[in-house]
């Protein structure tokens, strides 16, 4: 599997264990949903600065976001 679409999952499973929707996550991030979506499809991939924050806010470490255990 490629590495966006594992962090994607991670990413899901995250925002999900905070109770967040994907909406909520694209207004911090002054995105559209849809286009929030395609991080976690894994369509398209992170930068540095919405790694660090995504991390901060969802309470997850890097490695956590980067896991291939699932």
Do not use: W
Request: glycine share 6%.
């Amino acid at each position: 599997m490629e590495i966006a679409k594992i962090v994607g999952e991670n990413l899901k499973a995250a925002r999900k264990a905070k109770g967040l929707t994907q909406a909520q996550l694209a207004k911090e991030l002054h995105k559209y949903q849809s286009d929030y979506s395609e991080y976690e499809t894994g369509k398209v991939q992170l930068d540095y600065e919405k790694i660090v924050y995504l991390c901060n806010r969802l309470d997850i470490t890097p490695n956590d976001l980067f896991s291939f255990n699932g």
